[in-house]
């Protein structure tokens, strides 16, 4: 392996296909809050208040519902190249697509499908927007400010980190057994906990998207919302507070099935000492600090992913199974 890895700086955006879009619009604009940013027929580009690029969420209308891909943004245009090279040399689906031929707003791209058979977009250039930040007329909703992670279901987390780990990931925490085997991992570029993480289970899938809000208070507005309008079947885990991350949080499910966690005050991992926190897998706060149990369809339940032919891609079994551990004699693992 020659090749450099690409400099990625940030999870950028996720493309969903879901099968009614107006029902989607309902849940993503006017419940969660997101803005959009261009809207035709068939597809809806959607951001946060705080976000200075055109979307960071994609929702394109189709027959069944699926991850279409994941987007990276790279430092420079070169990285594209570089991210090209990166994944031929792995022996891995890989395809041009070039500005004005793939997603709107994105210049040159590549998309590959990666080790852990995620379809994923590496993307320099995307069109700037209007700064919405101090609009506080237009928030509502749960007024989301940005995208902040992808979390991916994978068989084998050894593996995902080993290949995050090449493409220059840091890790800031884990979950692990008594031997130290992986049961999750949480890593990053940009300066807070995660890009992505990885949750042990049948994959590819895509367990959930992760978007932030400034504050606790609109986590509790946007469940509050949920129940209200006697919708609050699409509330599946939470609020709560992690022990993974120390953020607070709530998870959603959208009329497709799609999984969103609302997520605000984890911390800074920049500093270059930062050092990986690792959980024992019998630790009861480790998902729930205050001890609260996960949900079995939190565990069980994703999204399928697409390949780069559009077609639904494959998944293998999970090699651990997290839900099925139990906590240490004394109750306290
Ligand atoms: O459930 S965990 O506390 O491990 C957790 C899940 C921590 C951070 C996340 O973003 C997440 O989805
Ligand atoms: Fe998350």
């Not at 395809?95 to 791209?109: E, M, Q, S």
Request: glycine share 10%; aromatic share 10%; hydrophobic share 35%.
């Amino acid at each position: 392996m020659n090749t450099p890895a690409p400099d990625v700086i940030r999870s950028a955006y996720a493309q969903l296909i879901v099968t009614d879009l107006p029902a989607a619009r309902w849940f993503w604009v006017d419940m969660l809050g997101l803005h959009p940013q261009y809207e035709d027929a068939a597809s809806l580009y959607l951001r946060g208040t705080d976000e200075l690029t055109h979307h960071s969420l994609v929702l394109r209308k189709g027959e069944t519902a699926a991850l279409d891909h994941l987007a990276y943004r790279v430092r420079t245009p070169e990285d594209v190249g570089r991210a090209e090279k990166f994944f031929t040399e792995l022996g891995r689906p890989v395809r041009r697509v070039p500005k004005g031929r793939g997603t709107r707003g994105v210049g040159d791209a590549v998309r590959i499908i990666d080790p852990l058979g995620f379809p994923v977009e590496f993307f320099h250039e995307i069109e700037h927007a209007e700064r919405l930040i101090q609009r506080y007329d237009l928030r509502h909703g749960a007024e989301v400010a940005r995208l902040d992670h992808f979390n991916l279901c994978t068989p084998d987390i050894t593996a995902a980190h080993a290949h995050y780990t090449s493409l220059g990931f840091g890790c800031s925490e884990t979950i692990e057994g008594d031997a130290h085997e992986l049961y999750a991992a949480w890593m990053y570029r940009k300066q807070t906990v995660h890009d992505v993480a990885f949750t042990g289970g049948a994959g590819p899938r895509l367990h959930h998207v992760g978007v932030a809000t400034h504050e606790s208070h609109q986590v509790l507005r946007c469940a509050d919302l949920f129940g209200a309008l006697r919708k609050q079947h699409h509330v599946e885990r939470g609020p709560g507070r992690h022990g993974v991350s120390n953020a607070f949080y709530l998870y959603l499910r959208d009329p497709d099935g799609h999984r969103v966690e609302i997520y605000t005050s984890d911390y800074y991992t920049g500093d270059p000492d930062h050092e990986t926190y690792r959980w024992s897998v019998h630790d009861d706060r480790r998902r729930d600090f205050w001890g609260n149990a996960v949900i079995e369809s939190w565990y069980e339940e994703a999204t399928p992913v697409l390949g780069l032919d559009g077609t639904p891609r494959p998944v293998s079994d999970a090699l651990l199974d997290e839900s099925a551990v139990r906590i240490g004699a004394d109750g306290l693992g």
